[in-house]
């Protein structure tokens, strides 16, 4: 797949309410500091260790911060996306705010369980620094 549709915060919130899954690909200290209610994480460094679609998946929309990441990486997200259609955020979680859409500080559901540490040690690392 060479082309992958971008699309709005609106259209995404929409597909969201339809049963589509929002991916954050952002790396853990990121997406602890910020993220989108309910987004599940899986980081871009792991996006090839372990697919990011789970069964029962059928849409999955990838964001970053900007969007910059996710229109670089998008031959590479939707080929790990199996079967399941890929849009990306167009804007990332920045146009996401901008829309007046929500954020939130309290980690979303990780990609596996063992990120679940990885996000913590992240966390406390810059809270130390």
């Given at each position: ?69 996710t229109k670089m990486s998008a031959p590479r997200l939707a080929a790990a996306s199996g079967k399941c259609q890929v849009y990306l955020l167009g ?39």
């Amino acid at each position: 797949m060479n082309h992958v549709e971008t699309i709005s915060p609106a259209r995404a919130a929409e597909l969201v309410r339809q049963g589509a899954v929002l991916i954050d690909i952002r790396e853990s200290g990121e997406h602890v500091k910020e993220n989108i209610p309910g987004a599940r994480h899986h980081a871009l460094s792991q996006i090839d260790a372990r697919h990011p679609a789970r069964a029962g998946d059928t849409v999955l929309i990838f964001h970053c911060k900007s969007g910059a990441r996710t229109k670089m990486s998008a031959p590479r997200l939707a080929a790990a996306s199996g079967k399941c259609q890929v849009y990306l955020l167009g804007g990332g979680i920045e146009a996401w705010k901008r829309a007046g859409l929500p954020t939130s500080a309290e980690p979303g559901p990780a990609a596996t369980d063992a990120a679940a540490p990885r996000a913590l040690l992240d966390r406390l690392v810059s809270l130390l620094r």
